[in-house]
C-alpha cells in the first residue's frame, strides 16, 4: 500500500523554540494532506487541512499563526510549532490522500515534547 | 463532531472471530464508512472501507446494514497483534469535507 513517511518520530525542544515536522507520500501524490494532534487517551483531533499550492484551512481553535503550514508540492507538507509551549507537548499526526473517494494514508506519528 | 458510535471497549479470545459494531445513523448517501485501527504510539491504519455493499479483504470484512445506519467490522481469526483502538469513521465526498473525523473508538484486547 502506499507509504506516507512521517519525521522526525520523536522531538523535545525547549521552550520557546520552534519545531518543524515533515510528512511525504512516497509513492503516490498527495493533493491534500491532514494534520492531526493527539493527547494522551484521547482520540485525534483535526488541526488543518492543507491543499498543495494554497492557503491551509485550520479547524477552529486552532491558532494559525503558532500552527504553520507548507504544502509546496505534491508530496511534501511540514507543519512548525512556533514558539513551542509545554502545552504543545503532543502526538502530531498526517496523513494524506489522492482525492475524494480515495484512502487516507497515515504517517507513524511525531511524538513532540517541549521542555 | 464524530457521526459514528462504538462502544468504548471489547475483548475477544485469540484465534475466534472478532465483530466490532458501529452506529452511523445519520449518515448521508455520499458518505463512506471507514475503519482504521491505531496500535499504542503509531499512526492509524487503514483497514477497510465501504459505500454500502459488504467488502472484504485481506485484513477484514465490513458489514453494512441494507439502511446503513449501522455497520460491522469482522477479524476473522483476530490474533494478539490486533489488539488496538478501532475506529469507524463517515467520511465525507472530499475537499474539506475528505477529511477523517475521529471519534472515541473501540479499545480491542486479544486474550490468549
Known amino acids: 500500500g502506499a507509504v506516507v513517511s512521517q519525521h522526525p518520530s520523536r522531538v523535545i525542544c525547549k521552550s520557546g523554540t520552534s519545531v518543524k515536522i515533515e510528512c511525504r507520500s512516497l509513492?503516490?501524490?498527495?493533493?491534500?494532506m491532514f494534520w492531526y494532534r493527539q493527547f494522551p487517551k484521547q482520540s485525534l483531533m483535526l488541526m488543518a487541512t492543507s491543499n498543495e499550492g494554497s492557503k491551509a484551512t485550520y479547524e477552529q481553535g486552532v491558532e494559525k499563526d503558532k500552527f504553520l503550514i507548507n504544502h509546496a508540492s505534491l508530496t511534501l507538507s511540514t507543519l512548525t510549532v512556533t514558539s513551542a509551549h509545554p502545552e504543545d507537548s503532543s502526538f502530531y499526526i498526517c496523513?494524506?490522500?489522492?482525492?475524494?473517494?480515495?484512502?487516507?494514508?497515515f504517517g507513524s506519528g511525531t511524538q513532540l515534547s517541549v521542555l | 463532531d464524530a457521526k459514528t458510535t462504538q462502544p468504548p471497549s471489547m475483548d475477544c479470545a485469540e484465534g475466534r472471530a472478532a465483530n466490532l459494531p458501529c452506529n452511523h445513523s445519520t449518515i448521508s448517501g455520499n458518505e463512506y464508512v471507514y475503519w482504521y485501527r491505531q496500535i499504542h504510539s503509531q499512526g492509524p491504519q487503514y483497514i477497510i472501507h465501504g459505500l454500502k455493499n459488504n467488502e472484504t479483504n485481506e485484513m477484514a470484512s465490513l458489514i453494512i446494514t441494507e439502511d446503513r445506519k449501522s455497520s460491522t467490522l469482522i477479524l476473522p481469526h483476530a490474533t494478539l497483534r490486533d489488539t488496538a483502538v478501532y475506529y469507524c469513521i463517515v467520511r465525507g465526498p472530499g475537499g474539506s469535507q475528505g477529511n477523517l473525523i475521529f471519534g472515541k473508538g473501540t479499545k480491542l484486547s486479544v486474550k490468549p
Open positions: 509513492d503516490f501524490q498527495a493533493t491534500t
Open positions: 496523513s494524506a490522500g489522492t482525492g475524494a473517494r480515495e484512502k487516507l494514508f
